[in-house]
């Protein structure tokens, strides 16, 4: 099944995109808040269709609970996007004009699109360039050079990548643009070829490399285009790129390329941020690199004083990798700037679709913004229908969009699992803290991120990685509501600001509290203050007298302390007793009750301690988990 982009009434109706403000309220009069729901199918079934919104109770839940704490901001968003690459820009202009308008309206738009808020551009040539010869913008015949770079222009890029980029920043004024080259000139490497090989280590080719990017920033400014991020080399331990233009950049390199790059861009275009890295969480071992801290020696040198930050790809390793990078470095920001999806040449429609939602929408959608990234980059946005034009590189990429020979455009899972991103998360927003369940290795949980918005509103991306329905609970505050997704299904849930969704109490931070379970042997961690996780599970039938007891490293007061038994349905303590000690050897009951779901909210008088035991007083069949323990003052 495809889905045709025709015309501005066909695509609202069959992409499911209302043409209102995705924040507006439900028009509901009553002072219940209610939360507007979008929803993707792995089947296709609901492509971003806005099903009837939920109102927000106050009764407590049986469900594993999604607690959004919008009170413990994160990282701020920049945007969410693709590139339009010279093939992309290839197929859009082949497309019929009426077609192409709406093709890019469904894709920048804010209200009547997904609006894609950012965009990667390649700084010359990529694999994915229509062209039979690759180019950057300061090509010379071979032997010769050009140190005072006379022969500098972007006039191939003004003949179809500009007049759409001039069109998407019409389109979406908040647009964000990056700009990477996959190459330096030819004559500035020691092969003499834009496939393979080094800059020559010269400090006069170091000089003439970065004033070749700074004219670039410029003369994309000049074009109406302002570059408001740059990296120095795309993935720049990929030692063997395949027929195009590619560098093996070792960190030294890197290194004296910002150094020489910074002050110069930072008189030239103020506004413009380096990022560092700009590769794989992980050295993939095709490299061959040594290099595998390659983002920490750039952070720990003296250059990163230019730089504002890394950013990664998803070709090989985890998400997690950023958040180690960002706890090692917290003064340095984290973007996640390309993932492209990928086809089997026998695989069926639908089961590309599939399989590119639900492995993006946990690694990406929310792999990556769980870890930091305040982008979420796709590849190309348009590709034709046999995954091209492309010279060299990916033969198996898929974009956001496809166009197909008879003239219309279908939409990919990729613009949906940005779209479940841009539409409703807008530039300036903040990550704030959300439990999730799911991990980025499948587990069949339901897994989450949320963002809260410059104007006050929440956006919460649900993904159910069960292949059967998962239902949930969704609690801000004191009020919650309940709801069930289809097996891989993707959802967006947005609520503006409401008092009713205020909360009284405020979340103690734990950093570094510890946890130990008894009887002993077993399985027990570290808890720390990251929401995220399963930290303990009984690994046997409840039974009164276990216990679990915390160090919270320091004596901390609190009013409630939330017991979260997460997503092993069922194993929570079906009676349970609450005390606190200020040594470890004193105990006093604080509260006593029985378990009736999975989140379990115990309210005391304000207490200070330093120890906390929650112990089993009941017996069942199941295992009893602790995912998080939280405490609210």
Not at 314 to 333: I, S, V
Not at 480 to 503: I, Q
Request: with cysteine.
């Amino acid at each position: 099944m495809r889905t045709a982009v025709r015309s501005a009434a066909t695509a609202a109706l069959v992409l499911g995109l209302a043409a209102v403000p995705a924040t507006q309220a439900s028009g509901h009069r009553d002072d219940a808040p209610r939360a507007r729901v979008w929803v993707t199918a792995a089947d296709r079934s609901e492509l971003m269709a806005e099903r009837p919104a939920v109102a927000f109770g106050t009764g407590s839940s049986p469900h594993q609970t999604i607690v959004v704490d919008p009170d413990r901001a994160e990282q701020v968003v920049d945007g969410f996007g693709a590139s339009i690459t010279d093939s992309s820009a290839s197929v859009l202009h082949g497309l019929a004009p009426a077609v192409r308008e709406e093709t890019m309206r469904g894709l920048f738009d804010p209200v009547r699109g997904i609006g894609v808020s950012f965009l990667r551009q390649p700084v010359g040539s990529s694999d994915f360039t229509a062209a039979a010869e690759h180019y950057t913008y300061d090509d010379v015949p071979a032997g010769q050079t050009d140190f005072p770079l006379r022969h500098f222009s972007i006039a191939r890029d003004e003949q179809r990548v500009l007049p759409l980029l001039r069109q998407a920043k019409r389109l979406n004024p908040e647009l964000k643009v990056m700009g990477t080259p996959w190459s330096p000139p030819a004559w500035m490497k020691t092969t003499g070829s834009l496939v393979g090989g080094r800059l020559k280590d010269d400090p006069a080719v170091y000089d003439a490399y970065a004033r070749y990017l700074v004219k670039f920033v410029q003369a994309y400014a000049a074009a109406g285009v302002p570059v408001d991020f740059l990296s120095v080399q795309n993935e720049p331990q990929n030692r063997t790129p395949d027929a195009y233009p590619g560098t093996d950049m070792p960190v030294a390199q890197q290194l004296r390329v910002i150094e020489a790059l910074g002050p110069k861009l930072r008189l030239a275009s103020p506004r413009t941020k380096i990022l560092a890295y700009d590769h794989n969480w992980a050295t993939h071992p095709n490299d061959g690199g040594t290099e595998t801290d390659y983002p920490y020696q750039v952070l720990r040198s003296r250059a990163a004083r230019w730089v504002a930050g890394t950013a990664f790809h998803c070709y090989y390793g985890d998400p997690g990798a950023q958040t180690a990078l960002h706890e090692a470095f917290p003064d340095k920001g984290i973007w996640f700037t390309e993932c492209s999806g990928s086809r089997g040449a026998t695989d069926p429609p639908a089961k590309v679709f599939r399989d590119t939602l639900t492995w993006h929408a946990r690694n990406v959608v929310i792999g990556t913004t769980r870890n930091q990234a305040r982008s979420v980059v796709n590849w190309n946005i348009a590709l034709d229908s046999t995954g091209g034009p492309h010279n060299g590189g990916c033969a198996t990429c898929t974009g956001l969009v496809t166009a197909h020979p008879d003239g219309t455009v279908t939409t990919d899972a990729e613009y949906y699992t940005v779209g479940h991103l841009s539409k409703f998360v807008k530039p300036g927003a903040r990550r704030v803290a959300s439990t999730s369940f799911g991990t980025t290795g499948w587990n069949g949980q339901v897994m989450d991120v949320a963002f809260r918005n410059p104007d006050g509103s929440t956006a919460l991306v649900v993904h159910n990685q069960n292949d059967d329905p998962r239902s949930f609970a969704v609690r801000v505050g004191e009020r919650s509501f309940e709801y069930t997704l289809p097996g891989g299904a993707l959802a967006t849930f947005t609520w503006p600001r409401h008092h009713a969704l205020e909360s009284r109490l405020h979340r103690v931070r734990l950093d570094g509290a510890r946890a130990t379970a008894f009887p002993a042997g077993e399985n027990a961690g570290a808890l720390v203050d990251d929401d995220a996780s399963t930290r303990w599970s009984s690994g046997r039938a409840q039974a009164a007298g276990q216990y679990v007891q915390l160090d919270l490293g320091s004596r901390e007061h609190f009013r409630r302390v939330a017991v979260d038994s997460g997503g092993n349905l069922g194993d929570y303590a079906r009676g349970w007793e609450l005390s606190a000690s200020d040594d470890g050897r004193s105990w006093r009951t604080l509260a006593t009750g029985t378990g009736v779901g999975q989140l379990t909210e115990i309210d005391v008088r304000r207490t200070g301690a330093r120890h906390l035991r929650i112990t089993s007083t009941g017996t069942a069949g199941s295992w009893w988990s602790i995912a998080d323990v939280r405490l609210y003052d």
